[in-house]
């Protein structure tokens, strides 16, 4: 059995402290509703006999103990014979009631009074005087069918029977805190067995021993609104550069610089145990993070059965990374597209290929990420989900760094660890988990930097200002050519080569000049055509 946090579950618990109050409230009103227009008042009232010496027996009228323990003992016998059917029957006869034998014996009750000769006969009813004459009523029978069968005549009256005008039932007060108390524990029973049998991961502070890898960063939950019948734009690091999502996104950016540092991060490989956990997401944006720092970027699209990077940055998926597994490393340049982000470059993931596994294991996959090493500065490659395929797991062993992305409260504990297994199996140097959508409560340092990241034109400045400040010069020519005015063009250095690629659109600007042919060793790049055109050199 594993053992439970306190903490963690009343961490858990307040999720749900709407849902006790009102269920307390709904509880409470339903009750407080029942018990002042359902529920029927009924009234008691009550008649006491006493228990005498029999005056047959003999002329001494005293009474000695042996006199007292003898009507104790016929006490109980006597609380059975006034609810018999013989006397009963004759109470409704003569009062006429309306009730069967059955259904007067609920409403009558005998108590002997402890240590006394006495007998108490209650009887409860929805009119109060009706009431009090079924006590007069059976009081007289029970001792006149005493005498009858018995010959005794030790059957005393003592205190008749009174109206009593206060509801007997009227519990109120007691029913209300029940129910508000019944509400609550409830409430706290059920989401205890929901809390117990939940075995998704959760952020919180010791997750790390609890799941045995480090947490490298923790992305908060996008609260950003889009337009109705508009699918929300995953490059949240683009638009909205101040948001909650760009700062933790940042700062996994900073997390990762450091773990490795001896040799130098280069690539990195983004998985996830399942599907929908923001693999994708968290890719993209951590790429426009790193582009927006000036470093040269490019993001591989490796999850070749259902990879989706060509959606979210919206450009053409005509020939991808499958394709140039099946072509000359040399040619990359033919299937990298540039994106509308500075220093960041795509290759897609093209076709379907029959055998995925084998073609992200072969020695031209090595050898692609090698000379794409030469060209960037950081290559992230978004792979497959762990679960059922090996993709993710034979791409692990080609990288710099493995990230397990992990959506909070939603990744089953299980799959994490079989994921966590996996890798460890093949030697894959992981460097954390990523908590994706968690929540900004739980995370609190990201409140600072409020809710949502309205884009404005002053941000975008902004932005494109800072980006200019970072540039190391890796631009390309054709970015140089379509620079915009108020940026001073930046030559690429001799360190690093021209980067070969397909004709692509460049960045808009606010005016374009003619565009630059340039050769190189592999392949010749074009750049789009543009309004105003000037003579070529």
Not at 185 to 208: P, R
Not at 403 to 413: D, E, F, M, Y
Not at 461 to 472: A, S, T, V
């Amino acid at each position: 059995m594993e053992e439970i946090d306190l903490k963690d579950f009343l961490s858990y618990l307040k999720k749900f402290v709407i849902v006790i109050i009102v269920v307390a409230i709904v509880a409470v009103a339903g009750t407080y509703f029942y018990d002042t227009t359902i529920k029927t008042p009924m009234y008691t009232t009550y008649t006491k006999i006493l228990l005498v010496k029999n005056q047959d027996e003999d002329t001494n009228t005293s009474v000695n103990i042996n006199d007292i323990n003898a009507n104790q003992k016929l006490a109980a016998t006597y609380s059975e014979f006034v609810k018999s059917r013989l006397v009963l029957q004759q109470v409704i006869d003569e009062l006429r009631l309306d009730y069967s034998v059955e259904q007067l014996a609920k409403n009558v009750s005998v108590t002997n009074i402890t240590d006394t000769q006495i007998l108490k006969i209650s009887v409860t009813d929805a009119n109060p005087e009706r009431a009090r004459d079924i006590a007069d009523s059976t009081t007289k029978v029970f001792a006149k069918e005493i005498e009858n069968i018995t010959h005794f005549d030790n059957v005393r009256p003592y205190e008749a029977a009174q109206v009593n005008n206060t509801p007997s039932n009227n519990t109120l007060s007691r029913d209300l805190i029940i129910a508000a108390l019944v509400g609550i524990f409830g409430v706290l029973a059920i989401v205890f067995i929901i809390y117990y049998f939940d075995d998704t991961v959760k952020y919180s502070e010791d997750l790390e021993r609890k799941i045995g890898i480090p947490v490298i960063g923790k992305i908060i939950r996008s609260d950003v609104s889009t337009r109705r019948g508009r699918k929300p734009d995953e490059l949240i690091v683009q638009r909205y550069p101040k948001s909650a999502v760009t700062e933790s996104i940042k700062s996994l950016r900073t997390n990762l610089q450091f773990t490795n540092v001896d040799k130098g991060l280069h690539t990195i490989l983004m998985t996830s145990s399942l599907a929908s956990e923001g693999k994708s997401f968290v890719s993209s944006n951590l790429a426009i993070s790193f582009a927006q720092s000036g470093r040269r970027t490019l993001i591989v699209d490796c999850d070749l059965r259902k990879g989706r990077l060509h959606h979210v940055f919206h450009l053409p998926n005509i020939q991808g990374l499958s394709h140039l597994l099946v072509d000359k490393a040399a040619n990359f340049g033919r299937y990298i597209q540039k994106t509308s982000i500075d220093n960041l470059y795509i290759i897609t993931r093209g076709t379907y290929p029959p055998n995925p596994s084998e073609l992200l294991g072969s020695d031209k996959n090595r050898e692609l990420i090698n000379v794409l090493r030469q060209h960037f500065d950081i290559i992230i490659f978004d792979g497959a989900p762990c679960n059922g395929v090996t993709d993710s797991i034979v791409m692990s062993t080609l990288v710099d760094e493995v990230l397990i992305v992990t959506k909070n409260a939603s990744t089953p504990r299980s799959a994490l660890d079989t994921t966590r297994d996996m890798l460890a199996k093949v030697n894959a140097p992981i460097a954390g988990v990523v908590m994706n959508s968690v929540d900004k409560k739980v995370a609190k340092y990201y409140s600072y930097y409020g809710a949502k990241g309205a884009r404005t034109e002053s941000n975008d400045e902004q932005i494109g200002l800072e980006r200019q400040r970072h540039i190391n010069g890796y631009s390309t020519e054709a970015e140089t050519a379509t620079a915009p005015a108020h940026r001073a063009p930046v030559t690429a250095p001799e360190a690093k080569p021209e980067l070969p690629r397909r004709e692509t659109v460049a960045p808009a600007a606010p005016t374009r000049v003619a565009p630059a042919r340039r050769t190189t060793t592999t392949s010749t790049v074009k750049a789009p055509a543009t309004r105003n055109r000037t003579p070529r050199k």
